[in-house]
């Protein structure tokens, strides 16, 4: 199978001296209400230029159809900057379905001025800043759902019709990170607008839309979301992060959601473990946990 990436890029691309590489993924997550989401990716790209991962998520939950979703990254990148789209399609599950695409890119400024060793090893203390990043995306994603309206006549039901309701999403993101010593801090915060007039005081039967990480589905129409984050790098075997999400949401009646990561990412060799504990909370006293475990292998 590699043998056949490897090939197929070798006849759509030009030749290079870089080297290639191909990275497999996986993740698990479970939560309450028997909620479950797995998802997977494969990446063929170069050290330093282009690359290609396709992917794969399916997620349920207590009552719900299984979801799934295919998804298509294609990007370019180097030492100080990094391009990419995204695309994706859903099909159809629990009256719902949508697709979506976008385009994101990340310039970072090097701080480190460093040389290397013999062993290439960096010479001298690190400096306090070592790396800035500066990023910005925009995705486009168009939901469709299929409802029943009940149709009354002289306050008796007469009937149903069923609809479809085809909403426009528009997500702008800007995002900052920065290296201080061994800690690596980031952040960005996201703003959402929608080709048409989302009726604020009722909350739709919108179906889910999986969030980073594969984060307990979320019904409503975002308004706005802030994410920080921080992961200390000191040691490649043992790196400790924690995350912050608030996202509100545009009916009155929804509750905004706060979730708190913690987990831990472990490097052995191309294998690379990440396994982490959300706590999500939805206000109303509503307080749920899920758990996610991963893997990626580079080779």
């Not at 480190?112 to 925009?138: I, K, Y």
Request: aromatic fraction near 12%.
């Amino acid at each position: 199978m590699r043998s056949r990436l490897l090939f197929l890029a070798a006849l759509i691309l030009p030749a290079t001296a870089r080297a290639w590489y191909m990275e497999s993924s996986a993740s698990h997550t479970r939560g309450p209400d028997d909620y479950d989401a797995t998802s997977g990716a494969v990446e063929l790209g170069q050290d330093e230029g282009f690359l290609m991962r396709p992917g794969f998520s399916t997620y349920h939950s207590l009552g719900t159809d299984p979801s799934h979703t295919v998804s298509l990254r294609l990007g370019w990148f180097n030492d100080s900057l990094s391009l990419g789209c995204d695309g994706s399609v859903t099909p159809p599950a629990n009256d719902y379905k949508s697709h979506s695409l976008g385009c994101d890119g990340t310039y970072s400024i090097n701080l480190d001025d460093r040389g290397t060793d013999d062993e290439g090893n960096a010479s001298g203390p690190a400096p306090l800043l070592s790396r800035v990043d500066l990023g910005g995306s925009f995705l486009y994603t168009d939901h469709k759902e299929t409802a029943e309206q009940i149709i009354r006549f002289r306050k008796r039901v007469v009937g149903v019709n069923t609809i479809i309701r085809d909403t426009g999403q528009y997500d702008m993101t800007g995002s900052l990170g920065t290296k201080v010593l061994d800690f690596e801090l980031g952040g960005d915060i996201t703003f959402s607008k929608y080709d048409k007039h989302i009726i604020t005081d009722e909350i739709p039967a919108l179906a889910a839309a999986v969030t980073r990480g594969a984060n307990p589905a979320v019904y409503g129409f975002q308004d706005w979301k802030g994410k920080a984050r921080l992961s200390w790098t000191r040691f490649p075997v043992l790196q400790p992060f924690a995350e912050w999400s608030y996202t509100k949401y545009k009916m009155v009646a929804q509750y905004p959601q706060k979730v708190y990561t913690a987990g831990l990412t472990t490097v052995l060799g191309p294998v690379t473990v990440k396994g982490s504990w959300d706590l999500n909370l939805r206000g109303g006293g509503d307080k749920r946990s899920y758990f996610t475990l991963g893997a990626t292998w580079r080779y």
